[in-house]
């Protein structure tokens, strides 16, 4: 997984290494799962193709891997032209819209061809106060609100899960979230809003891109920071890398914003971990390097968590730390959790059904036990708390 992510000399010599050693006995198979849960199989057969390393792949993988290389290629390019549609109809109605992430990435080019870059959904970020604006345009050019539970109270989702309206599909299947803030960080309780994404944001061609530097704070957090993303850990450091091949001092802007969120030690693992996997020609020298660096190691054991369970285990749990953080704004916390038993009537007829009056109260009472059931058990192990805990420590110091 780390040897096949960046296309750069140290990478590719570990990896020919390994496949001259190992390639017999590589079990492709449960590599390609992997790669694929991380959203880097692109990567990985980009890197192969690079070193003409395809060949010693079984005939079943390469086929796997050459089918995924189009599927996300093509996907690409329909995102690029879907995402320009979108941003061109909202600036028609007066809507600035700048994208984000995955968005942002694909419509500034910075990956060297289509498809390298995995995204699921559009990102766009606008003025708060056009919100409702964006929604209609979203809605007239045929985005459609999703299946779900579009009813539950605002209060039912913790701060940091607000930063978008309900996501809504688009008439080529593609997901849209409309943003009103960049992100929200919840242990000190900021915002990266709109107005400061919008004033440092460049022209290119018809649309806006956000600088490199907030651009590359918002993939730190969202997969490092938030931890809702970490399968997704090892995307953003490409991210990264090809952000600073294009803007070298992207990185310094971005641990300056860091650093003013508190933050900025993730920004430093970030770039630690982009470092050690650039810098060393073999997998011993790797390892001593994740070892000695504070908290590279963990890091990238995060970043490798095997299957879709752990990765939403950890995810889980790194909620139950927001939900029980009664330092900050205990009573809003409190109601927050008081709004998840006892939700609205128009939520419980999306969860149940229309119920007759009586029946609304029978409702009342199954929902705590429901929401018990949907309680993963792993996500309270003793390994997962540690885990958020020792994150949380370490991209939150100073």
Request: aromatic residues 6%; positive net charge.
């Amino acid at each position: 997984m780390l040897d096949g992510l960046l296309p750069v000399a140290a990478s590719r010599e570990r990896l020919a290494r390994t496949l001259a050693a190992d390639g017999p006995r590589l079990d492709w198979e449960t590599i390609l799962d992997r790669a694929e849960l991380r959203l880097t199989a692109p990567l990985l057969r980009f890197n192969l193709a690079a070193m003409g390393e395809l060949g010693r792949l079984p005939e079943a993988a390469r086929r796997r891997i050459d089918e995924s290389a189009r599927v996300w290629a093509a996907r690409h390019l329909a995102y690029v032209s879907e995402a320009r549609r979108l941003i061109i109809a909202l600036a028609a109605a007066g809507v600035d819209a700048v994208p984000l992430k995955g968005a942002a990435l694909m419509l500034g080019g910075y990956y060297p061809q289509p498809g390298l870059r995995a995204a699921l959904d559009i990102d766009l970020l606008v003025d708060p106060a056009r919100l409702d604006q964006a929604e209609a345009v979203a809605e007239s050019i045929g985005y459609v609100e999703i299946p779900g539970r579009s009813q539950a109270r605002t209060r039912q989702r913790l701060e940091n899960e607000r930063n978008h309206s309900w996501p809504r599909r688009g008439p080529g299947g593609l997901l849209l979230e409309l943003h009103h803030r960049a992100f929200h960080y919840a242990r000190g309780e900021r915002d990266l809003p709109f107005h400061e994404v919008r004033a440092r944001a460049v022209p290119h061609g018809p649309i806006l891109l956000s600088s490199e530097a907030d651009l590359a704070l918002h993939l730190v957090h969202h997969t490092i920071v938030d931890l809702q993303s970490a399968h997704a850990i090892l995307r953003t450091l490409a991210d990264l890398h090809f952000l600073l091949i294009r803007a070298p001092r992207a990185g310094e802007g971005m641990r300056i914003l860091a650093e003013r969120f508190g933050f900025a030690a993730a920004a430093d693992l970030a770039v630690a971990a982009l470092q050690a996997l650039a810098g060393n020609g073999s997998h011993e020298s790797l390892r001593r390097e994740a070892q000695a660096a504070p908290g590279l190691a963990l890091l990238f054991e995060t970043a490798l968590l095997s299957t879709p369970a752990q990765v939403e285990e950890l995810a889980e749990t790194a909620r139950w730390f927001e939900y029980f953080n009664f330092r900050r704004r205990p009573l809003q916390k409190l109601g927050n959790l008081f709004s998840m038993l006892f939700t609205s009537r128009s939520h419980l007829e999306q969860l149940y059904g229309p119920a007759e009056s009586r029946g609304i109260y029978w409702n009342y009472l199954r929902r705590p036990f429901d929401l018990l059931r949907k309680v993963r058990p792993a996500s309270l192990s003793l390994a997962n708390l540690r885990r958020v805990r020792a994150l949380r420590k370490l991209v939150g110091r100073r």
